[in-house]
T-cell receptor, first 114, second 115 residues
Framework: EPEVTQTPSHQVTQMGQEVILRCVPI?????FYWYRQILGQKVEFLVS????????KSEIFDDQFSVERPDGSNFTLKIRSTKLEDSAMYFC????????????FGNGTRLTVT | AQKVTQAQTEISVVEKEDVTLDCVYE???????LFWYKQPPSGELVFLIR??????QNEISGRYSWNFQKSTSSFNFTITASQVVDSAVYFC????????????FGPGTRLSVLP
């Protein structure tokens, strides 16, 4: 069964550094998402992406964050200057068509900012 | 605004007991979908079920069953004869047809099944 893949599984970085989290969504899916889960807390929406542009973003997704689909297969989340509070599990997800499709999640990237 | 509430933060049961996880949602849309996801200790998010707003039929899948009631805006999840492997955090989620593409998750219920 096709799956969403995320790399790396764990990323440690120093405060102020830039990080790029990578995702390969399922190939025939059209909508892509990033969610964040601070340890032990709820799954929070960051951004959705469709047709090569952001379709929706949350208040969390400020100017420090950006997303890109550089080559038709990868979907990346960049955090420009990491803060301690960015430490979390970041999940990429994709769906086939629209709001009625279930989100297919990758296994997540655990980001630790020191 | 869309909102999902899971009032039970943590539940502990002994193996073979039945357990129901509650989910209450708020939406201004008439067309929406509800989902349940399981997050085992390994951390991944596993899709369990989807239900659309026009289909109030209850669903059973093995030991799992779901009760959707529009009158009370609830979509509850019951595990029958629980097993230790059911220990996980369970999230209820909502997506709307007409108010954006994001899926909103409830805060989750941590279920511990003790042997």
């Amino acid at each position: 069964e096709p799956e969403v893949t995320q790399t790396p599984s764990h990323q440690v970085t120093q405060m102020g550094q830039e990080v790029i989290l990578r995702c390969v969504p399922i190939s025939n899916h059209l909508y892509f998402y990033w969610y964040r889960q601070i340890l032990g807390q709820k799954v929070e929406f960051l951004v959705s992406f469709y047709n090569n542009e952001i379709s929706e973003k949350s208040e969390i997704f400020d100017d420090q964050f950006s997303v890109e689909r550089p080559d038709g297969s990868n979907f990346t989340l960049k955090i420009r200057s990491t803060k301690l509070e960015d430490s979390a599990m970041y999940f990429c997800a994709s769906i086939e068509s629209s709001y009625n499709s279930p989100l297919h999640f990758g296994n997540g990237t655990r980001l630790t900012v020191t | 605004a869309q909102k999902v509430t899971q009032a039970q933060t943590e539940i502990s049961v002994v193996e073979k007991e039945d357990v129901t996880l509650d989910c209450v949602y708020e939406t201004r849309d008439t067309t929406y979908y509800l989902f349940w996801y399981k997050q085992p200790p390994s951390g991944e998010l596993v899709f369990l079920i989807r239900r659309n707003s026009f289909d109030e039929q209850n669903e059973i899948s093995g030991r799992y069953s779901w009760n959707f009631q529009k009158s009370t805006s609830s979509f509850n999840f019951t595990i029958t004869a629980s097993q230790v492997v059911d220990s996980a955090v369970y999230f209820c989620a909502l997506s709307e047809a007409n108010y954006g593409q994001n899926f909103v998750f409830g805060p989750g219920t941590r279920l511990s099944v003790l042997p």
